[in-house]
């Protein structure tokens, strides 16, 4: 069956600590990409990646950091830089191809800084 | 400044009628709209989508309806059911060929139907 997978669901970090969100995919998609979801916002762009080893910072990336080693796996830190991290964290998949648009989305994560 | 705007954040619906969920883009280069529906805790899940040469796409009870020279669109839901109550967010794309086809969402529309 295939999918996103994040992990953990629900996330709780102490001020000036890293954490890193999972999001792992078995649907052969070539791009990947983190969201994040704040009351009342649209979906906003933190990172992205269209191939493995590489990336682009989206909207919002201050503060976060990315990696792309296997194509599966996209995993999102987020630093301490990050000012204001308590959000819904979304991670999204699609076939890079042309006519292809729309995204596969994970469960997402919610981080909240305690 | 927002490119895909959902003026409404929340519509309360009587089951059996009809829904209708607004949005509005600024953008001209966008040629391709979704919409997605989200239960809380979970992600987004596509719903129906259009291109911007058709001005009218169907799936069952779902239709979005795209006015490119108002540059407006509108996702119907009829009849709607208890099961639609979810936040529903319209996104925008320009589908460039050879790169990244960025996705703009807007900020949701909550709807909840009445039984």
């Known amino acids: 069956d295939g999918g996103i997978t994040q992990s953990p669901k629900y996330l709780f970090r102490k001020e000036g600590q890293n954490v890193t969100l999972s999001c792992e995919q078995n649907?052969?998609?070539?791009?990947m990409y983190w969201y994040r979801q704040d009351p009342g916002q649209g979906l906003r762009l933190i990172y992205y990646?269209?191939?493995?080893?590489?990336?682009q910072k989206g909207d919002i990336a201050e503060g976060y950091s990315v990696s792309r080693e296997k194509k599966e796996s996209f995993p999102l830190t987020v630093t301490s830089a990050q000012k204001n991290p308590t959000a819904f964290y979304l991670c999204?998949?699609?076939?890079?191809?042309?006519?292809?648009?729309?995204?596969?989305f994970g469960s997402g994560t919610r981080l909240t800084v305690v | 400044d927002q490119q895909v705007k959902q003026n409404s954040p929340s519509l309360s619906v009587q089951e059996g009628r009809i829904s209708i969920l607004n949005c509005d883009y600024t953008?001209?280069?966008?040629?391709?709209f979704l919409w997605y529906k989200k239960y809380p805790a979970e992600g987004p899940t596509f719903l129906i989508s259009?291109?911007?040469?058709?001005d009218k796409n169907e799936d069952g009870r779902f239709t979005v309806f795209l006015n490119k020279s108002a540059k407006h669109l509108s996702l119907h839901i009829v009849p709607s059911q208890p099961g639609d109550s979810a936040v529903y967010f319209c996104?925008?794309?320009?589908?460039?060929?050879?790169?990244?086809?960025?996705?703009?969402f807007g900020p949701g529309t909550s709807l909840s139907v009445i039984p």
């Open positions: 259009i291109s911007s040469i058709k």
């Open positions: 649907l052969n998609h070539d791009a």
């Open positions: 953008n001209s280069m966008f040629d391709y």
């Open positions: 999204a998949s699609r076939i890079r191809s042309t006519g292809m648009v729309g995204y596969t």
């Open positions: 996104a925008a794309s320009t589908r460039l060929k050879t790169s990244y086809d960025k996705v703009i």
């Open positions: 990646s269209q191939i493995v080893n590489d990336f």
